[in-house]
């Protein structure tokens, strides 16, 4: 198998497909093409909780596959021997292993290969290998629902894709149900994962009452619930919008686990920095004076002047040189005005905030560059760029928690006096 293919999961779940039946794929032209309602979300208020636990179905998407036998060959139209009807509809034989099931188990089976010799491992080196392989394993599992969802390759199937995620949402249901009357607090759910407030002592034991439920409900036996981690601090923002710092298990205490917060490659230093901070003192038990303090800490020296041009720096990609972006402004700005190397498309365009140019130039919001001596005579807006890359990075944590952003900006205030 070619380079090309294994780094595909669609050409790569092809050769898994072929060394283990005859048939055939359609063509792309008669693949047929369905809309597909999404996973399950659980939604709570948004807020700092404390005692979070994350209990996780063990490869939810695989172990739907294997559990119910769904394959391409597998599937009926109608009642029979040895044929279950699932939720949505439809209806699946259990006489023999399908092609897809057999290829989750030989995953399922291989990866447990790797974290055994990833344990058993001599040397760091060998560790990492062996940890980098199980990890691509369960990514190509999961991607496996992919393949079936996507319309015009040709081993989809909207009937598998739908069975999954139909089961799926149950899953999900499922753990809601269990957990809520058995007293915890369900506080956000979605795909094959949960985050609820229960004492740690009691977490395993949830998770063992869960896959008995799911268990039974279901009559899936590949279906485990388990306790990924545990957060002494989480705090929800909003749909995939989550921080906490692990705690247990041991092998990742102190690893953070989040969702959209501090991610972006392109952000100024600044405004990572700033995020990161501000949510290391909250997941770690820290007030609002405490990350107030910090905060000011790191815009007072903007205010001052006492920086370096790279520290509030962005730097995006551009797709089309146009006025409709930051970057794109720049990119224009600085083919028309400046004496270097003009950009173009597919470029990455460093920019700041700035409030006057040099003068001799027309205004201008934005100031890009090749070289940093280019920016001589442009004055960087401290106002925006402590606006734009701290305040509005900011915000979403301290709206959430009832915080005063501007407090913690050092903004100017008016006196009163009654």
Not at 67 to 94: A, H, M
Not at 135 to 142: E, G, H, T
Not at 403 to 410: S, T, V, Y
């Amino acid at each position: 198998m070619g380079l090309k293919s294994v780094a595909n999961v669609t050409n790569f779940a092809r050769g898994l497909i072929s060394r283990r039946t005859k048939k055939k794929a359609p063509s792309r032209y008669q693949a047929e093409r369905r809309d597909l309602q999404g996973a399950e979300f659980i939604l709570k208020e948004p807020g700092l909780y404390e005692d979070v636990a994350v209990i996780d179905y063990k490869g939810l998407y695989p172990s739907l596959m294997t559990g119910f036998n769904l394959s391409w060959e597998t599937k009926r139209f109608g009642p029979g021997e040895n044929i279950i009807k699932l939720e949505n509809g439809t209806y699946w034989d259990q006489s023999e292993k399908g092609v897809l099931p057999q290829i989750v188990d030989y995953l399922f089976d291989y990866r447990d290969v790797c974290k055994k010799n990833m344990r058993n491992a001599e040397t760091k080196e060998e560790r990492a290998a062996w940890n980098t392989t199980q990890s691509a394993v369960k990514r190509v599992m999961a991607s496996l629902y992919g393949m079936t969802a996507h319309a015009g390759y040709g081993w989809a199937d909207m009937d598998i894709a739908e069975t999954i995620l139909s089961e799926g949402r149950r899953c999900i249901s499922l753990l809601d149900s269990v957990a809520t009357n058995m007293g915890y607090n369900v506080l956000y759910g979605f795909t094959d994962s949960a985050f609820i407030q229960v004492p740690l002592e009691d977490a395993e034991t949830l998770a063992a009452r869960i896959t008995e439920v799911v268990q039974e409900q279901t009559g899936n036996t590949s279906l485990v619930a388990e306790l990924e981690a545990y957060i002494p601090y989480w705090l929800f923002a909003g749909k995939n919008l989550y921080a906490g710092i692990v705690a247990y298990p041991e092998a990742d205490k102190g690893k953070w686990k989040s969702a959209r917060f501090m991610k972006g490659s392109n952000l100024a230093p600044i405004s990572k920095n700033s995020e990161r901070e501000a949510l290391a003192l909250i997941c770690r038990g820290g007030n609002e004076s405490e990350v107030r303090e910090t905060v000011l800490n790191m815009v007072a020296p903007l205010r001052r002047g006492e920086f370096e041009v790279k520290d509030i720096t962005q730097s995006t990609r551009i797709g089309v040189l146009s006025n409709r972006t930051a970057a794109g402004q720049a990119a224009l700005y600085y083919n028309t005005h400046m004496d270097g190397e003009p950009f173009s498309v597919g470029d990455s365009v460093p920019y700041v905030y700035v409030s006057h140019p040099p003068s001799g130039l027309p205004p201008t919001k934005y100031a890009t560059w090749r070289d940093e001596s280019e920016l001589e005579g442009f004055e960087i807006d401290i106002k925006a760029t402590i606006k734009k890359l701290v305040e509005k990075k900011l915000q979403p944590i301290f709206k959430v928690l009832g915080w005063d952003l501007e407090a913690a900006m050092g903004e100017p205030r008016p006196a009163t006096y009654w």
